[in-house]
């Protein structure tokens, strides 16, 4: 599927830009992670978002979400785990899946944690980020999942029904993942598990991880007052740009990551020859 503007995250920033976008006519999809594990669902009450005291987190983003939809955004539940930019597109896949856009906007909050001894060493060689992508490649044989999120636990069903024994560790602190031409074994929270791979679902992906280039400083994306990143056609914006890590900040900079992805998008089409 082909897009004008894809948006990475459905938080309050994701979902800022994709209503600005579509208030400029552009075509959007909002790739991004069930409202109920964004982490503003877990707010109780939101009191420093004017006009609206006293909404819950839950409310608020579930209020945010059908406005976009209403607005004509479309929604894709899944996780961005690559970006390649080639011949003026962006090719953002989710799970399986390619899709293109003109520009995107990175809005994908914080992502926490650090990554465990041995996982940058193995990726590619029994890790992965992705079970449905590259289960098939371990049909019949012991993984483990280290689920970070409520949707891990279907990533984990997915490896069980193509016959892998599945060890699923929920939620672990400390892993390490050993092994020597490839991973042999995990062990997370004291307990070891002889895999041959090792699927580590995490909600979030670090930016740098997933847009090879992009300058950061101190794990966060750098933008300047457009929301502009360093990479064409890469706008950002909300908690991952930096705090104040607020509602109202994020909203605010994904309304103007929204227009300038929009303006961005009208310019190249001015230009083409
Ligand atoms: C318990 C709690 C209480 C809070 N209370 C308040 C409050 O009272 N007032 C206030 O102003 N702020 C509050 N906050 C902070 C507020 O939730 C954040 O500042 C706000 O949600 C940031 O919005 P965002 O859109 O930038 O990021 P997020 O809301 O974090 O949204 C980003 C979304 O993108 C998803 N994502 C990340 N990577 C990918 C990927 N590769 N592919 C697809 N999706 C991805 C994430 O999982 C996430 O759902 C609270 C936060 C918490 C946790």
Do not use: H
Not at 36 to 57: C, I, T
Not at 163 to 190: H, L, M, N, W
């Amino acid at each position: 599927m082909s897009c004008d503007i894809l948006v990475i995250g459905g938080g309050p920033a994701g979902l800022s830009a994709a209503l600005n976008a579509r208030a400029r006519g552009r075509s959007v999809l909002v790739v991004s992670n069930p409202p109920e594990e964004n982490p503003l669902w877990r707010a109780g009450q939101v009191d420093n978002y004017p006009g609206l005291p006293g909404v819950s987190g839950q409310e608020m983003l579930l209020a945010m979400r059908r406005q976009a939809e209403e607005a004509g955004a479309e929604f894709l539940a899944g996780r961005a785990l690559s970006a390649l930019f080639m011949m003026g597109s962006w090719f953002i896949s989710v799970g399986p899946d390619m899709y293109s856009a003109k520009a995107v906007v990175l809005a994908a909050g914080v992502a926490r944690g650090k990554k465990f001894p041995g996982e940058a060493e193995f990726l590619g060689r029994g890790v992965s980020y992705c079970a449905t992508c590259d289960g098939m490649l371990y049909r019949n044989r012991p993984v483990a999942v280290l689920g970070f999120s409520d949707s891990a636990r279907k990533e984990a069903d997915f490896l069980r029904s193509i016959g892998c024994a599945v060890t699923y560790f929920d939620r672990p602190k400390s892993c390490v993942i050993q092994g020597g031409e490839a991973v042999e074994s995990v062990t997370c929270d004291g307990k070891t598990a002889a895999v041959d791979a090792v699927f580590l679902l995490r909600p979030t992906v670090a930016p740098a991880d997933l847009f090879q280039g992009l300058e950061t400083e101190n794990g966060y994306v750098t933008v300047d007052r457009r929301m502009t990143t360093n990479l064409s056609g890469l706008f950002a914006a909300g908690d991952c740009t930096g705090g104040p890590l607020q509602v109202a900040k994020a909203v605010g900079e994904g309304l103007i990551a929204g227009q300038s992805a929009a303006a961005f998008v009208a310019a190249a089409e001015r230009n083409k020859p």
